[in-house]
């Protein structure tokens, strides 16, 4: 694979991982809405059920968040390696 064929792969990747890091921070903010009101009903009702919902609702967040932070690593991981392309592209041009 050439460079400017890596470079449309790597693009298409980057794309892709931005739209899934849009719908993680959707559903984290959607989640936190609920962890907070399943932590407020654990407080007024004091009994092991609401407890338990709460732990869990808080889990939940904590695993979307840990996917978000994955996926940014990899993002972040991606551009690193498309901008060491781009320098390859531009050497190349200015070896002709």
């Not at 695993?63 to 991981?77: F, G, M, P, T």
């Amino acid at each position: 694979m050439d460079i400017a064929q890596r470079l449309r792969a790597l693009s298409a990747e980057i794309a892709t991982l931005q739209t899934e890091i849009g719908i993680l921070e959707e559903q984290i903010a959607f989640q936190t809405e609920v962890a907070d009101d399943a932590r407020i009903r654990a407080l007024v009702s004091e009994t092991p059920l609401a407890d338990r919902e709460s732990q869990e609702a808080s889990g939940d967040l904590a695993r979307i968040v840990r996917s978000r932070a994955d996926a940014l690593k990899r993002l972040e991981q991606l551009r690193a390696d498309q901008d060491g392309l781009l320098e390859r592209m531009l050497d190349e041009r200015g070896n002709r």
